[in-house]
């Protein structure tokens, strides 16, 4: 009788608890959510979306990994993302790249790994496209050092009349594409 009593009264606890709990059903489903489920509806909710590109170039696998900013009516050269500064190319973490074979970037040698991706752009004058040691960097170029610098080479922006919303890097014909509102980056890569 003391046993049914007790969970009688625990049951009524659970239920008189679980009753008055203020939390929605949404927060209840969160709340049992794993930390990657919840890293994952992070990462598709977020403003700049992560977009990965994995295909081939020169006949070998490649892959690219950046967030997607959108221009959102901002002045973006030289202002949003200042001329003679590294820029991440790209938004929240570094964008990176994977190689997985030994390549050519604008003639000179990449080893086959995975890089960070930087540029620096210039008002008047090509382009410098830096290829990092330092890949998986959370922070983008506010933790990019110099030192890491495995690549740099300088390539010449191409300005087009129509204008993009959003950053893509494309794996297209002469290797790597970069554009983002009037900008076209095209990085020969064999």
């Given amino acids: 009788m003391k046993i049914q009593y007790l969970i009688w009264v625990s049951a009524i606890a659970t239920l008189l608890f679980t009753s008055c709990d203020p939390k929605s059903s949404e927060s ?3 709340s049992a959510m794993s930390n990657s489920d919840m890293e994952s509806e992070e990462v598709e909710n977020r403003p ?17 990994h950046y967030g997607s900013p959108a221009v959102k009516g901002r002045v973006l050269w030289g202002d949003l993302v200042p001329y003679n500064v590294v820029w991440r190319t790209g938004a ?7 190689l997985s074979e030994d390549m050519t970037v604008e003639g000179e040698l990449l080893k086959a790994g995975k890089y960070s991706l930087f540029t620096i752009p210039k008002e008047n ?12 960097l959370e922070h983008g170029h506010f933790q990019y050092d110099e030192d890491n610098d495995v690549l740099r080479v300088e390539v010449d922006p191409v300005w087009e009349e129509n204008s993009q919303e959003r950053l893509s890097i494309d794996l297209e014909t002469p ?6 509102e009037k900008l076209k980056l095209p990085i ?3």
Avoid: H
């Fill in 28 to 30: 209840i489903e969160k």
């Fill in 48 to 64: 700049s979306p992560l977009e990965v590109k994995d295909g081939m170039v020169a006949g070998k696998a490649f892959k690219v």
């Fill in 92 to 98: 929240n973490e570094a964008t990176y790249v994977e």
């Fill in 125 to 136: 004058a090509s382009w410098t496209i830096i290829f990092n040691s330092e890949w998986d």
């Fill in 175 to 180: 290797g790597l594409v970069i554009r983002w």
């Fill in 188 to 190: 020969t890569i064999q």
